[in-house]
């Protein structure tokens, strides 16, 4: 039996920022806390792979005791290994793959 009081609920036709293929830019911050989003990727370029689906609780405020069951749109991005060793010498195809919620990331010129 599900109880409709704890469903969580989206803006009336809210979609994904992005979808696969998209140039993005995972945003440079630094947040008081634990973030999933690794020092070291924050500023660098990025190509959206996959929109995942359905959308994930946003488990970053979740952690600080905010925003019980918000979700939010969540993607997997790839960074090629040039934007973080820019002297990388391997195949340019090569890349670090993450999951990202949409609050992490901004539209790339």
């Not at 994930?56 to 925003?67: H, K, S």
């Not at 820019?86 to 539209?107: C, N």
């Amino acid at each position: 039996m599900s109880d409709d009081r704890f469903a969580t609920v989206f803006p009336e036709g809210e979609r994904a920022a992005f979808k696969a293929g998209d140039r993005v830019r995972i945003a440079t911050r630094a947040p008081i806390g634990h973030y999933r989003v690794p020092t070291y990727l924050r500023g660098r370029a990025a190509v959206v792979e996959a929109v995942i689906e359905p959308a994930a609780v946003d488990n970053e405020a979740e952690g600080f005791g905010r925003d019980a069951g918000m979700k939010r749109h969540y993607y997997r991005v790839a960074v090629p290994m040039t934007e973080i060793w820019p002297d990388y010498a391997g195949s340019p195809r090569d890349g670090l793959y993450i999951e990202v919620f949409e609050t992490w990331l901004e539209e790339a010129p």
